[in-house]
Each structure stands twice: as structure tokens, then as C-alpha cells.
């Protein structure tokens, strides 16, 4: 028997998105409070089984329901991944390296811009050491757990968050993706998880240095309407103007598109067999719904990959070297030996810094090219090389070189986009029965292509709908 957890009950939520929930709100069918009140009451019966909260602000939440709550999405709860400063609160970075950190004086960038679509923060979701693994778990084994299957890992890095969304806490919450984390949890959970063009949202401050932009904020949901509406009132608050406008995207893609596909990623990994079979389902949709779709190969050189490796090791590095530098309460002895194990892989690697930095830089234009040549619009693979696999097989606790490996063939597909800095949505299409677990299909497209990805995704939701985990 498959051993899985929901909060999704008959109260007041029921089984709204974050759209439907913001309308009954604003036509005063329900109130703030009690909103609020059936959120906490979710999150009380099921985080004790998912461990997907690093920190609760139920408290203040309450308090803010009495105040006036402006935006598209006032009144409607979200947890903050725990890389993300908000005032009040200690951000931990999911690293026992923060065990004595202070809350923090000031919100970051991207905080603000949520806060001004009307959301109400509970609290922070849990995430590993600095992001720098694809799955939520931690050395001493308190690791989250999928929803749908509680021996499984939630993926990560914005794990806590995937879980809370699939459990039906909340609708939607914030997550960040520096090589899949917003879109490897939303893989495993069954959820929307849109990586969108680099410069298109607020960062948090944690990226504001980056030598390549790669990690960009965004959110997981569980409808595309919801990541529609997040990203057209995003654009209200910030709109980059070297991108062209996203708007609200409300109807289904209406023109046909060349679609190419692939389930080899870089370095000539090949996804395992279930992930391929959910490939071959997505190509026959896309068919049926008039798409042109033909075979391709991945736009990834071997070096590219080992260059990305770098860009994440050297990450790691910094952190490690100049961490009571960059951050307050900062304890480096406390890091994992992962991130002690990535920090040592780029000073091995440290003379190759000018050529992987230039040749990612680089990789943009690449990726347009590609495009052009072989006259598609989309770009389709699988999110992940194989299946969510079980807690432990990407653990903390094992050594560097086995969590690297395997971290590393896993997660294949989805650091390209990062790399490019174009957009990258994963949706639940398909689902492995047996072990009761989601499989994400990846759709890329050229950069500041957004519009083209959600009206996809629309089209894609409406001819199937993605399988819920309280049928």
C-alpha cells in the first residue's frame, strides 16, 4: 500500500487554486481570517508527516488579516523558501551553519514583490544546504517527504515548498531555481513549476551577486492559471523592459508549433525507461493537438556540463571561503560534506574559471541558434532522467563523490535554461502508477518566451488534466 499524506479536506479551501480562493475573498464570500485559519489547520495535521516548514509566522499572519489587504492575490497564504529574507524572521539556508542566526531587519527584493500582489506570508518552507542538492534531506535524516509517497524524496531545492503545495497547505509558494529547484520539487510533487528568462522577476539578496545569473525566484502551484496570474501581476509591480511583456495569460495556445524532443541530455545520459514512455505519451498529445514534434539533439556539449558543475562547485566555494564575510552568524564548520566536498572540487578545478565563465556566458546565444537551425519553437525532455527516487539515495549523509554522481545524472535536463537564461516549465502529464508518483515533462523555449510556455500549458492542461493526490 502506498504510503502517502494530503491536507485537503472539505473546509472552506476544498480543492481551490490561489485565482478561485483570491475571488471568493474579494466578493467577501469568505474573509482573510478565515482563510488563514483553514491554511494553519492544514498545515498543523500535515507537517508532522512531511516536514516541509522550517519556520512558522502564524501569529503575525493573523494579525495581518485584520489590515487592509491590497492586490490580485490579497489575503492568500504563501511560505517563503528559506533562502529568502524577510523581516522578522531568521533565514537559515537550510544549513545548521545559521543554528544562531538573528531574524532578519528588512525583506528582500523579491519579498516586496509578492507582498505587493496582496499574499500573506506563514512562515518559511525547508530547503538543504544553500540549494547546493536536489533533494530536501539533511545529515541527520530529518528529511522531507513527497506527499504522494513518503519513502520519496520531495526533489529539492525548494523541497519544503513543493511539499506544501502538494499537500494542499497552500495553493502556491515561493521557490528559487539555480539548476532545477523550482522545477525539480514540482517533477516529483506534481505540480506547475515555471522557470522563467533571466532579469524577468525581483531576486532575492542572496543572488544579487552572482557572476552569472542563474538562480531566479519564481513559484510552484498547482494550476497553470495560478502561475499565469502570479507572473502577469509580477509584471504590474516590475516589468524589465529589455523583455517583452508577459500579460495575463487566460486561453489555450490557438496557433501550431514545431516541437523537438529528446530524452539524452549532456554527456550522453539517457533517461530510464518510465521517463522515456512518459516522453513518447507528450509527443502523441502534442500530435493529437496539431503540434508538429520531431527528434533532436541537445544543444549541450560534454565540457558545457563539466562547466556547470564548476559554476555550482565554485558557489560552494564561496561560501565556504568567505561566508562569514558575505552573512552574519555564519559557522563554516558547521557545512555539510557536500558543500565541503563541492568547495574542494572547484579548487581543483580553479584555473578553468575564465573559460567556463566565458563559455556560459556564451551558451544564450547557443541555445538561439539551436532554435533557428532546426526551426522549433519548443524544446521537450523529461524533467528528471529517472524516477523520484527513494529518501536517501541523494542524502547528506553519504560521501561527496556518490551524492555528486548522482545528483549530477539525475538532474541533467533542467541546468541548460539556468545556463541560458531562458525560460523552462515543467508540468505533471504523466504519472507512474506502481510507485504512485509524478513525472514531469520540461518545455524550454526561446528567452522571453514565457507567454508562449503558459499558452502551451494551458492548451496541454485542458486536453489532461494533471491527476490529483486526493482522487
Same mark, same amino acid.
Given at each position: 500500500?502506498?504510503?502517502?499524506?494530503?491536507s485537503?479536506?472539505?473546509?472552506? /479551501?476544498?480543492?481551490?487554486?490561489?485565482?478561485?480562493?483570491?475571488?471568493?475573498?474579494?466578493?467577501?464570500?469568505?474573509s482573510v481570517?478565515?482563510?488563514l485559519?483553514?491554511?494553519?489547520?492544514?498545515?498543523?495535521?500535515v507537517?508532522?508527516?512531511?516536514?516541509?516548514i522550517?519556520?512558522?509566522?502564524?501569529?503575525?499572519?493573523?494579525?495581518?488579516?485584520?489590515?487592509?489587504n491590497n492586490?490580485?492575490?490579497?489575503g492568500?497564504?504563501?511560505?517563503?523558501?528559506?533562502?529568502t529574507?524577510?523581516e522578522?524572521?531568521?533565514?537559515?539556508?537550510g544549513?545548521?551553519?545559521?543554528?544562531?542566526?538573528?531574524?532578519s531587519?528588512k525583506?528582500?527584493?523579491i519579498a +516586496?514583490?509578492?507582498?505587493?500582489?496582496?499574499?500573506?506570508?506563514?512562515?518559511?518552507?525547508?530547503?538543504?544546504e544553500?540549494?547546493?542538492? @536536489? !533533494?530536501?534531506e539533511y545529515?541527520?535524516?530529518?528529511?522531507t517527504?513527497? =506527499?504522494w509517497?513518503?519513502?520519496?524524496?520531495v526533489?529539492?531545492?525548494s523541497?519544503?515548498?513543493g511539499?506544501?503545495?502538494?499537500?494542499?497547505?497552500?495553493? *502556491?509558494?515561493?521557490?528559487?531555481?539555480?539548476g532545477?529547484?523550482?522545477?525539480?520539487?514540482?517533477? $516529483? @510533487?506534481g505540480l506547475v513549476?515555471?522557470?522563467?528568462?533571466r532579469?524577468?522577476?525581483?531576486l !532575492?539578496d542572496?543572488?544579487?551577486?552572482q557572476i552569472?545569473?542563474? $538562480?531566479?525566484?519564481?513559484i510552484?502551484?498547482?494550476?497553470?492559471?495560478?502561475?499565469?496570474?502570479?507572473?502577469?501581476?509580477?509584471?504590474?509591480?516590475y516589468?524589465? +523592459?529589455?523583455?517583452?511583456?508577459?500579460?495575463?495569460?487566460?486561453r489555450p495556445?490557438?496557433?501550431?508549433?514545431?516541437?523537438g524532443f529528446?530524452?539524452?541530455?549532456g554527456q550522453?545520459?539517457v533517461?530510464?525507461?518510465?521517463s522515456?514512455?512518459? /516522453?513518447?505519451e507528450?509527443?502523441?498529445?502534442?500530435?493529437?493537438?496539431?503540434?508538429t514534434?520531431?527528434?533532436?539533439?541537445m =544543444?549541450v556539449?560534454d565540457?558545457?556540463?563539466?562547466?556547470?558543475?564548476?559554476?555550482w %562547485?565554485m558557489?560552494a566555494?564561496i561560501?565556504?571561503?568567505?561566508?562569514k564575510?558575505?552573512?552574519?552568524d555564519?559557522?563554516?564548520k558547521?557545512?555539510?560534506?557536500?558543500?565541503?566536498?563541492?568547495?574542494?572540487y572547484?579548487?581543483?578545478?580553479?584555473?578553468?574559471?575564465p573559460?567556463?565563465?566565458? %563559455?556560459?556566458?556564451? !551558451?544564450?546565444?547557443?541555445?538561439?541558434?539551436f532554435?533557428?537551425?532546426?526551426k522549433?519553437?519548443v524544446?521537450l525532455?523529461?524533467?528528471l532522467?529517472h524516477?523520484?527516487?527513494e529518501?536517501?539515495?541523494?542524502?547528506?549523509? *553519504?560521501?561527496?563523490?556518490?551524492i555528486?554522481s548522482?545528483?549530477?545524472?539525475?538532474? @541533467?535536463?533542467?541546468?541548460?535554461?539556468?545556463?541560458?537564461? !531562458?525560460?523552462s /516549465?515543467? /508540468?505533471?502529464l504523466q504519472?507512474?502508477?506502481?510507485?504512485?508518483?509524478?513525472?514531469?515533462?520540461m518545455?524550454?523555449?526561446?528567452f522571453?518566451q514565457?507567454?508562449?510556455?503558459l499558452?502551451?500549458?494551458?492548451?496541454?492542461?485542458?486536453?489532461?488534466?494533471?491527476?490529483k493526490?486526493?482522487?
Amino acid at each position: 500500500m502506498i504510503n502517502k499524506v494530503h491536507s485537503f479536506t472539505d473546509d472552506i /479551501l476544498g480543492n481551490l487554486d490561489a485565482v478561485a480562493i483570491a475571488t471568493l475573498i474579494k466578493n467577501k464570500y469568505v474573509s482573510v481570517k478565515e482563510v488563514l485559519e483553514a491554511t494553519i489547520n492544514r498545515a498543523e495535521k500535515v507537517n508532522p508527516h512531511i516536514n516541509a516548514i522550517m519556520t512558522k509566522d502564524f501569529k503575525r499572519a493573523l494579525d495581518k488579516a485584520e489590515k487592509n489587504n491590497n492586490g490580485f492575490f490579497a489575503g492568500i497564504p504563501i511560505f517563503f523558501k528559506d533562502l529568502t529574507n524577510i523581516e522578522g524572521l531568521p533565514t537559515y539556508h537550510g544549513s545548521e551553519a545559521f543554528a544562531n542566526v538573528k531574524p532578519s531587519k528588512k525583506s528582500d527584493p523579491i519579498a +516586496k514583490q509578492i507582498f505587493s500582489m496582496g499574499f500573506i506570508n506563514l512562515g518559511m518552507s525547508t530547503m538543504p544546504e544553500f540549494g547546493f542538492t @536536489c !533533494s530536501t534531506e539533511y545529515p541527520d535524516l530529518t528529511n522531507t517527504k513527497n =506527499p504522494w509517497n513518503l519513502e520519496y524524496s520531495v526533489g529539492g531545492s525548494s523541497g519544503g515548498a513543493g511539499a506544501l503545495v502538494a499537500a494542499g497547505v497552500v495553493p *502556491l509558494a515561493h521557490s528559487a531555481d539555480g539548476g532545477g529547484s523550482t522545477r525539480i520539487p514540482a517533477a $516529483c @510533487c506534481g505540480l506547475v513549476g515555471l522557470k522563467a528568462s533571466r532579469g524577468r522577476i525581483k531576486l !532575492s539578496d542572496i543572488f544579487a551577486r552572482q557572476i552569472i545569473e542563474i $538562480c531566479i525566484d519564481g513559484i510552484v502551484s498547482r494550476s497553470v492559471r495560478d502561475t499565469a496570474h502570479f507572473y502577469a501581476e509580477a509584471e504590474k509591480y516590475y516589468h524589465n +523592459k529589455k523583455l517583452p511583456s508577459i500579460g495575463l495569460v487566460n486561453r489555450p495556445l490557438e496557433k501550431k508549433l514545431n516541437i523537438g524532443f529528446t530524452h539524452i541530455a549532456g554527456q550522453n545520459i539517457v533517461a530510464d525507461k518510465a521517463s522515456i514512455e512518459a /516522453l513518447d505519451e507528450t509527443t502523441k498529445l502534442l500530435e493529437q493537438l496539431g503540434h508538429t514534434v520531431k527528434l533532436v539533439q541537445m =544543444p549541450v556539449s560534454d565540457e558545457m556540463v563539466d562547466y556547470f558543475k564548476y559554476l555550482w %562547485a565554485m558557489n560552494a566555494f564561496i561560501v565556504k571561503k568567505f561566508g562569514k564575510v558575505l552573512f552574519k552568524d555564519f559557522n563554516p564548520k558547521k557545512l555539510t560534506k557536500l558543500s565541503n566536498g563541492l568547495a574542494k572540487y572547484y579548487w581543483a578545478n580553479m584555473r578553468k574559471t575564465p573559460t567556463f565563465i566565458k %563559455a556560459l556566458k556564451h !551558451s544564450g546565444e547557443t541555445y538561439k541558434q539551436f532554435l533557428e537551425e532546426n526551426k522549433i519553437d519548443v524544446l521537450l525532455t523529461p524533467t528528471l532522467a529517472h524516477l523520484t527516487p527513494e529518501l536517501g539515495y541523494i542524502g547528506t549523509h *553519504l560521501d561527496f563523490e556518490t551524492i555528486f554522481s548522482r545528483m549530477a545524472k539525475w538532474a @541533467c535536463f533542467t541546468p541548460f535554461a539556468n545556463a541560458t537564461g !531562458s525560460p523552462s /516549465l515543467t /508540468l505533471p502529464l504523466q504519472h507512474y502508477k506502481e510507485k504512485n508518483l509524478p513525472i514531469g515533462m520540461m518545455f524550454g523555449a526561446g528567452f522571453g518566451q514565457e507567454r508562449l510556455l503558459l499558452e502551451l500549458a494551458l492548451q496541454l492542461e485542458e486536453a489532461k488534466p494533471w491527476k490529483k493526490i486526493n482522487e
